[in-house]
């Protein structure tokens, strides 16, 4: 076997030394917790620390004690232990007498990785935790993550990295994207990957170079050269044409059973090869609703996502709700509107913040300051005054000329900008008429909606029926009875079910 190299994690790695405690209680970036976890990632074995003391200096007695041999005759994976020196390492490598040790902070105080050959008899003595055995060449392997490999010649995919139980076959020439290097038992590196592991053997993979396919989504791209889209990702069957220039929305990579990269778009699979796509930046343009857009410049509204025939023109400043975007043949994204279609693109539009207006029916609404209710939704002609503080059931939202939303009422239109009315909370009141009401406390009937004259009281526990739902000059719901107008607050009334027993 040969030297592994710095495997101690970035995590630890990268504190000062002492800076924590790592995983089996040893300081960070001392000789200690480099071994360990040397012995925990390649030897499978874990210290375990409580309630021995784990210094340096008795890792040799302490294993002893523990059962494991302690002796003088080093062997792949073993402990090298000086006791006066206060000293751990790992051995990676036997040569006659000399022996290749990998270690953490000597020389003191570095809290470094070093690597250095020493005579076998240097220590006090070998620890044989959990030895590796015969030595591996590992230049023969991949100990470090490759990213992809190709199979040279068939192979199997295998459960564990010690091989033990067969999972799949891979036959030769597929690209496999790997995940990690991992150790067997016996000090052998395999390949982890989503299918299993795969041997790191360089007589049976090697690394495949995929800088020219797209590995990860690249949202869009443009097509460099005419081509078809697939069925599948196994290219096996041609769907529709798709010529040079068009953009492409990708939903996503997959990969064919050989382990080539494939886009998956909304019409078939598409080659991830950069030779038949580039990377197409859509940061011009509005590819998701932008909700609200106002006109940069004046343009028009088109029938259809091409642009082939133009409709009604379009005034700079004009805002426009926006129902979705939908796509040309050619890819470019459009924004669909109730009145057609208008380009996505950010030079001729900006999206319009409208979080300060009611886009959508708010219900029931009180005015925030004094106002008119008006004649249309361009607000050119004024009708009635609207008092600050009066409630106003809203029927629904309609938009002006130039794209402002107003509040649609029964008489009239009002702004929809929240400098003027806010929401109202209605949930106390009946707003639709309940049928039959229970008086929930003392009460009394009056003459009007604006309850300016009382009529007879009505006592608690009367049960009434509800001819209709009428609002006062100020907004608040009231209950029209047989006998006059009551509060519709559910403080004073409850729904009363009429049920007749038979």
Not at 139 to 167: E, Q, R
Not at 325 to 341: A, H, M, V
Not at 395 to 408: A, N, Q
């Amino acid at each position: 076997m040969a030297k592994i190299g710095d495997d101690y994690p970035a995590k630890w790695k990268n504190l000062p030394l002492d800076g924590a405690i790592d995983s089996w209680g040893m300081y960070t970036r001392e000789c200690t917790s480099f071994v360990a976890n040397r012995l925990s990632i390649v030897n499978k074995f874990n210290i375990t620390r409580p309630p021995s003391n784990w210094n340096a200096n008795v890792w040799g007695n302490n294993a002893q004690s523990m059962g494991y041999k302690v002796d003088k005759n080093p062997t792949i994976g073993s402990v090298a232990w000086w006791n006066a020196k206060f000293h751990v390492a790992w051995v990676a490598e036997i040569s006659g007498s000399n022996v290749l040790i990998e270690e953490y902070n000597n020389p003191a105080g570095s809290g470094n990785y070093a690597t250095r050959w020493i005579d076998k008899n240097a220590v006090d003595g070998y620890i044989h935790f959990k030895d590796l055995g015969p030595q591996i060449d590992l230049s023969k392997y991949f100990t470090n993550n490759p990213g992809f490999v190709k199979t040279i010649t068939d192979c199997s995919y295998y459960t564990n990295a010690d091989f033990t139980t067969k999972k799949a076959d891979v036959p030769k020439g597929t690209i496999v994207k790997v995940n990690d290097v991992q150790y067997s038992k016996a000090g052998y590196p395999r390949l982890k990957t989503d299918q299993g592991y795969l041997t790191a053997n360089k007589s049976y993979v090697q690394q495949q170079n995929m800088n020219n396919y797209f590995l990860s989504n690249p949202n869009f791209v443009k097509i460099i050269t005419d081509d078809f889209y697939y069925t599948s990702a196994e290219f096996t069957t041609k769907r529709a044409p798709i010529k040079k220039g068009v953009i492409v929305k990708v939903l996503g990579i997959e990969f064919s059973k050989f382990g080539y990269p494939r886009l998956k778009c909304e019409k078939g699979y598409l080659s991830a090869n950069k030779i038949y796509a580039q990377q197409q930046d859509m940061s011009n343009y509005f590819t998701s609703n932008p909700g609200f857009i106002k006109m940069i410049t004046s343009d028009f509204y088109y029938t259809s996502t091409d642009f082939s025939v133009q409709k009604e023109p379009i005034a700079k400043g004009v805002m426009v709700k926006v129902l979705g975007i939908e796509f040309s043949d050619w890819g470019y994204p459009r924004l669909k509107c109730e009145k057609g279609y208008l380009s996505a693109n950010k030079i001729y539009v900006q999206q319009q913040d409208m979080s300060n207006y009611f886009t959508s029916n708010p219900g029931f609404i009180k005015m925030i300051t004094s106002d008119f209710y008006y004649t249309s939704t361009d607000f050119s002609v004024q009708k009635e005054p609207i008092a600050k503080g009066m409630m106003v059931k809203v029927l629904g939202i309609e938009f002006s000329d130039w794209g402002y939303p107003r509040l649609k009422c029964e008489k009239g239109y009002l702004s929809a900008n929240k400098i003027y009315v806010q929401q109202q909370d209605m949930s106390n009141y009946f707003t639709s008429n309940p049928g039959f009401v229970k008086i929930i406390t003392d009460d009394f009937y009056y003459t009007s909606t604006d309850f300016s004259t009382r009529l007879e009281p009505i006592t608690k526990g009367t049960v009434v029926e509800v001819l209709d739902i009428e609002f006062s000059d100020w907004g608040y719901p009231r209950l029209k009875c047989e006998k006059g107008f009551l509060s519709a607050n559910k403080i004073y009334v409850e729904k009363f079910e009429n049920t007749t027993e038979k």
